[in-house]
């Protein structure tokens, strides 16, 4: 299989870390299901992604001191398989696994993902649990030197044809179930050893060769980042999507710095193959995480997030409790002209200072400007339009201050139809604190 076929263009979907943490159970997947069946599948959402420890049965119960809890007794089987957790994921009983939920979302027209980890279960290893397709046990595939600085769930798999063995036997239960997504974390990146010295690197490859050898067609997401640009081959030849930073929340200096990310990652993005900005962290999240709250960004910053996840062909993983989104936000998710930029569009930047950006999306039938402003108060943002369409649009020879809008149906702006002002092969706008106006041209 061709595994840039298996996400041509940008995933998009939904995530459950951002509202619940690590506690989501199978009524709460479903209910978001559910909705996005209703309400987004029609906008190109599809993924429904069940994220870390799902295989834990007291996840949450300890959350004022540990987000994973140190040596749990997780749901596992006999080949050192995690499992779900048969107390929040009730259809999983019997050995079944995540199959029943995966029919269920594929009924709705969805798709279906889960979280893992990278590396074999540490009580695989204690207990000296089989590897199947092995005449050897867990123990002797765990590299214990090989750990995850945040997470006490997982040693590293040695490079060997055992472990080998071990990530073909995961990837083969997974197709089985049904699930076409895969998050795999503390991969992407570690801070806890050299860029040499990481298995992580082998680990890929080794769960690369793994969906090859399946038979299904499973999208593999690499976290957490921030990956590294000087490793690109290798994303490129072994997952269709990276995290390009750390966990991305509701804040505005994240967003800020994102638009540097952005800037390293450009020239990365082809089929298959997308730099992944993170999840989005709107409406309420939070709840399993100890505290609810609304997020933090201003409306303006909002559509900053949503245009510059689109114009870099970002995949686009929602965070909130899907059944809780309000009509702002839901809104703002289902732009067509900027989602029109994950289909039909490569997202090229111009100019970034410490105060603004314009980034420029070439489709088939129409150039995207996005004017930026990074500043903490309103300002004026300029670009010069490419010459052959300024040669086409935009004949006008005044200077730009006084320079008149835009003829009507030439140019659009997607959020909320503001003018701009347009002279010679310039266009400039006046654009809210952290906020952005986007001007599409009709070639």
């Known amino acids: 299989m061709d595994k840039n076929k298996f996400a041509a263009t940008p995933p998009m979907g939904w995530n459950s870390y951002d509202y619940y943490d690590t506690t989501v159970t199978e009524d709460e997947v479903r209910a978001n299901a559910e909705y996005m069946a209703k309400n987004l599948k029609q906008y190109g959402y599809e993924y429904v992604v069940i994220d870390i420890e799902w295989y834990s049965n007291a996840a949450g119960t300890r959350r004022g001191t540990y987000q994973y809890i140190p040596f749990e007794d997780f749901e596992i089987d006999e080949y050192s398989r995690l499992q779900p957790s048969h107390i929040r994921f009730p259809s999983s009983a019997g050995g079944r696994g995540f199959g029943p939920l995966a029919s269920y979302i594929h009924s ?88 040499e010295r990481f298995s992580g690197w082998e680990e890929t490859r080794m769960l690369r060769r793994a ?44 967003l800020k710095n994102m638009f540097w990310r952005c800037e390293q990652w450009q020239d990365h993005t082809r089929e298959g193959c997308w730099p992944d900005c993170d999840m989005l962290p709107v409406g309420k999240l939070g709840k399993g995480h100890g505290h609810e709250w609304y997020s933090n960004f201003t409306d303006d910053e909002l559509r900053t997030m949503m245009t510059l996840w689109c114009i870099c062909r970002s995949p686009l993983m929602i965070g909130t409790d899907l059944p809780q989104l309000d009509e702002k936000n839901f809104q703002l998710l289902t732009n067509p002209d900027i989602l029109e930029m994950l289909k039909d569009g490569r997202g090229v930047q111009l100019k970034r200072s410490e105060q603004e950006a314009v980034w420029l999306s070439e489709g088939a039938h129409c150039v995207r400007i996005a004017l930026f402003n990074l500043a903490d108060e309103e300002a004026e943002i300029y670009a010069e339009v490419p010459d052959a369409l300024a040669e086409e649009k935009l004949k006008i020879s005044a200077e730009v201050p006084d320079a008149p809008a835009a003829p009507a149906g030439e140019i659009r702006e997607l959020w909320g139809g503001e003018a701009c002002r347009i002279a010679g092969n310039r266009i400039c706008a006046d654009v809210p604190a952290h906020g952005v106006r986007i001007y599409r041209f009709s070639k």
């Open 108 to 195: 709705l027209g969805l798709k279906f993902g889960i979280h893992i980890m990278r590396g074999i279960p540490r009580l695989a290893a204690h207990r000296h649990l089989k590897v199947l397709g092995t005449n050897v046990n867990a123990s002797d595939v765990a590299d214990p030197s090989s750990i995850c600085g945040w997470n006490p769930d997982m040693y590293g798999v040695r490079h060997s044809e055992a472990g080998q063995a071990y990530y073909d036997s995961i990837i083969q239960m997974y197709a089985d179930w049904g699930v076409d997504f895969i998050k795999c974390d503390d991969i992407c990146d570690s801070w806890m050893y050299p860029v």
């Open 211 to 254: 969906i090859d050898k399946c038979g299904r067609a499973i999208v593999l997401s690499l976290s957490p980042g921030p990956a590294h640009v000087e490793n690109a081959y290798h994303y490129t030849q072994n997952a269709n999507m990276w995290r390009i930073t750390d966990d991305f929340w509701d804040k505005w200096e994240l």
